[in-house]
């Protein structure tokens, strides 16, 4: 059993940043993939990023491209989001969670699904 805690959520400008935090506790974080998530009012979780245990691959979505950055540090039990150029396209809730088998860019892939963090990106 995994649990997961989002944080670092908020109202930001366009073309602002953020940096969104996912704390893991209940096993040992360093095995684990994770993945970055997002819901809009109205739409279907989306995937955003994701990152392997040895974090050398990562993936990311084509809207993220270029402006996301997702790492980890295994000595805090934490993967980040680290979001540049946020456009008020950007604006969901942000979930983290863990993957366990399957394709990355799916959502039926991972669980363990932390309670998501607000970001809102308005001017």
């Known amino acids: 059993q995994v649990q997961l805690v989002e944080s670092g959520g908020g109202l930001v400008l366009p073309g602002g940043s953020l940096r969104l935090s996912c704390a893991a506790s209940?096993?040992?974080?360093?095995?684990?993939?994770m993945g970055w998530f997002r819901q809009a009012p109205g739409k279907e979780r989306e995937f955003v990023a994701a990152i392997v245990r040895s974090a050398v691959i990562t993936v990311y979505a084509d809207a993220v491209k270029g402006r996301f950055s997702i790492s980890r540090d295994n000595a805090k039990n934490t993967v980040y989001l680290q979001m540049n150029s946020l456009k008020p396209e950007d604006t969901a809730v942000y979930y983290c969670?863990?993957?366990?088998?399957?394709?990355?860019?799916?959502?039926?892939?991972?669980?363990?699904w932390g309670q998501g963090t607000q970001v809102t990106v308005s001017s």
């Open positions: 209940g096993r040992t974080f360093s095995s684990l993939a």
């Open positions: 969670a863990v993957h366990y088998s399957g394709s990355y860019y799916l959502a039926d892939s991972f669980g363990s």
